[in-house]
């Protein structure tokens, strides 16, 4: 679809939304992309890209789950919309028909 | 138990004030379970200098607050539907507010707008002439005198001959003159102010005509009308071609046909006749000669000048004649002929207005007392309903803080409660001015009547009236709004709901204002009751003389009074007749002496034929009355009265006494009652009758019954015609001598009543609010008192108390204000024969303020204290 531009963060965040699926908020996603990617991510950027995804229309969000740790305070957790799953869809197409397209010389050498 | 680790409050308050609401919650939770992980790994230092590196992280134009209005949307037509219909649901609920509001500011609307259609009709001065007029001036002559130089908007009747001959640039001069004549029509005969003028002067003017057309004017021989003459001579039917002979100032008999009658003028019309006529016949080779510089008669000249000439021109022109004049003229010196524009005369032409022209010969605009008055009195009684309706807004507001509260809770923002609140000040002030112009219809018939004026309700929508009607309200609205919507908008919901807000409490200043109200509203009550009282006593008081019997005809010879007195004497209905030279209340002051070197004494003399003293009603306690032809009796006979009797200090009988007056001796032959000859104004002086013969006779009295008397009286001028058909008739009645006294008097009882009502209206509503607000806020009190068994009257006691304070000094401040007002000024001053100020008045003065306070309490504090308490403790 044209116009859908997922920079490669928001990409990274989207994943992890649908990795933890209906547990996905603010921190948690921190925490799964330091994890997974092994790269150090503020709290500050992951709630920036989730925001911009809301407004892009990916991600849907809820208010629940207040806890003892955040001193009562709730959290917003997010899922994926299904614009989102087709922008991941068509991201992913994206990537593996350009995958495809490297001759095989690229990898293995002459 | 440990205390759980907080994370730095600074960073969270920073953290707070700048970001965005909606935000907050999940970032600051999620700083929060951070800061708590950390805790577990690096200790509690380094988490809170994390902590501080988040939040100044978080610092960022995505999170910051949006401003409010960004995060929804208002849909301000339904809301204003919404607000329209809330106010009308809660105006209908609580109906007493609304009338009081209404009525007050309605009355207060009603006032002002007589008192500004009175001002207005002062400016409007001439209206009528103005668009006809705007190349029309007057001739005025500036006058050097002992004052200096004065400007007098008369000229010499030369001068306009002059003008019209010499000068170009003068396309008509239009001469307007008038002096005394009499007019006889129609079998009628009176005495009439007859108007002069160059008959163009009705053209150029724009007089509409009723009856004719304007060819008439060009016919020398006609005469102009205006409706009240006309009715006056010729009654119901178009006096159209009738005839009426006018006989002059220098005597001359002319016969005039009537051509055409003027539609009834205002009077606020600088140029006002009775009947018109050509100049041409006003005339008179040696006393008013038309072209003679000599002549004494200086009249209005009225030019209208031809396009393209400037004012300025022709009064360079005219200073030529400036010499002319005073050559003819050295007891008048004149030093400039100037021009001034029609549509200035009005506004110069009183002593209180600036720039007054002296010695006009035109119809004066009376700027002054009464409009002042009308003004000020509208204005205060405004500013009363104002601060009313301002308390009550706050009074009735207090009750919604319920209401208020639950809207907050929802989502209403605080500018929305208060677009709410003037929505809803802004309805009654809508109806306030629809009751308000409603009002002014009656009242401005009733200024009518009481003040002799024609104010005309129709201006009201024509002018800049109306802006003011509606700027002036609708300002109070917001004003009056504006306090309880700002302050009680401001309220938390939680604090509201729980009960925790203070009622807005009743300050200093709302208390100084209902005191001063009160106090001014006494005053107005005891005049009213004072002059009231007055009233009645002066139109029952006894005058000595039988004032409201007597009819009086002017006579000028013996010939004319025996003649009418034959006619008349047929007449059952009329009591005695007799005959003076000065009829009651005209007497003139003589030196009396007992003995000739005494020091003199001055009383009061009338000379009067025989018969006056029983025809007036003087009774004569001793001796006799004069009789008609006795030589003794008209050389020496005198009455005297019993004040005379008693200022010489006579202890013994005064029959047959002498006495001298004026040098000439006389001797008492009766002695007469008191009567009031100086009316109100003056106790009963000494006075004497002496005896004149019928050649001297000026008037003729009749005596009649009270209830004939304006029957008769017609009878007496149907008779005059008959009897003396070449005289002017002039009579009336005896009590138009101290008419103006009287009259006066009812007008100021009037006045003050409609005050003292107006004013306690005012202040009982104002009172209502204040009480209410207090029974409000102690509800449970009076709820918890009632169960532990006290009294509905204890209750009334309790929450009266506080009041009765303000009522009484507002008593004692109000009654020594009219005390002082009425006894130093009224009395002193003004009348002489008054009431005593008795306690009566202010007894009864305190019982009104007592009452109608009591009342209104006692209707409040009856609904609270009769409650069901546990309905009261209940809603808590």
Partial sequence: MKGTYLGEFEELVLLTVGILYDDAYGLAITDEIESRAGRTVTVSSVHKALMRLEQKGFLHSRMGGATEERGGRKKRLFIITNTGKQALREAREVRNEMWQAIPKVVWEGI | MKKKPVPPRLADRFLEWHCNPELLDEVQGDLYELFQRRIKKYGIRRSRWFYWLNVLMFFQPFTTRRKESQYYTTNDMDMFKNYIRTAIRNLSRHKTYVLINLLGMGFALACCIVAFLNLDYKLRFDEHHLDKTTSVYRVNT???????????????????????QDLTGVNRIMRLHHSNGIVKANDKTFGETIHYADMDLLKIFNFPLLYGNSTAFDDPKTVVLTPATALKYFGDENPIGKELVIIDQFKRENTFIVGAVMQK??????????????ISHAFEPTHFPEHDWKAEAQITTFVELTEGHAPADINKMLDQYVAVHNVFREDFKVSDFYLQPFKELAFTSDIDLPGEVKGRALNRNAVGFLVGITTFLSLLILLTACFNFTNTSIAFSSNRLKEIGIRKVIGGARHQLIKQFMVENLVLCILSIGIGLLGAQYLTEAYNGLFDQSLDMRYVFKSRVLIFLIALPVVTALFAGSYPAFYISKHQPVAILKGRTKFATMGKFSKVLLTAQFSF??????????????AAYQEHLDFGYDLRKIAVTAVNNSKEFTGFQNAIEQNANIGSIAGSSQIVGQSYEVPVKTNPDDPEMKVRRLEVGSNYLQTVGIGLLAGRDFIE?????????VIVNQKLIEDLQWKEDPLNKQIFINGKPYHIIGLAENHKELGLLGEEPACLFTLVPPSEFKYLSVNVPVDQLAEVNNGLMQTWFQVNPDVPYEGFLQEMLIFKQLYMNIVLRNLCFFLAVATLIMSAAGFFSIVSLSVLKRTKEIGIRKVFGGSVKQMMHLISRDFIKFILIAFVVGSLLGYLVIEEVLFNKMYVYHIPLGVGAFGLTLFIMLLVPGLTVGLRVYKAATANPSEILRYE
């Avoid at chain 2, 006058?143 to 002059?162: C, I, Q």
């Avoid at chain 2, 003028?265 to 050509?278: K, Q």
């Avoid at chain 2, 509203?521 to 007055?534: E, W």
């Fill in chain 2, 629 to 637: 032809s006795s030589a003794s009796d008209l050389e020496q006979a």
């Fill in chain 2, 521 to 534: 509203s006494c005053f107005a009550i005891i005049a009213g009751i004072i002059l009231t009282q007055n």
């Fill in chain 2, 142 to 164: 500036v006058r050097d005198t002992e004052n200096g130089k004065e400007p007098w908007g008369t000229s010499p009747v030369a001068l306009g001959s002059v003008i019209s």
């Fill in chain 2, 265 to 278: 003028i205002p009077e606020n019309t600088s140029i006002l006749f009775n009947l018109m006529i050509s």
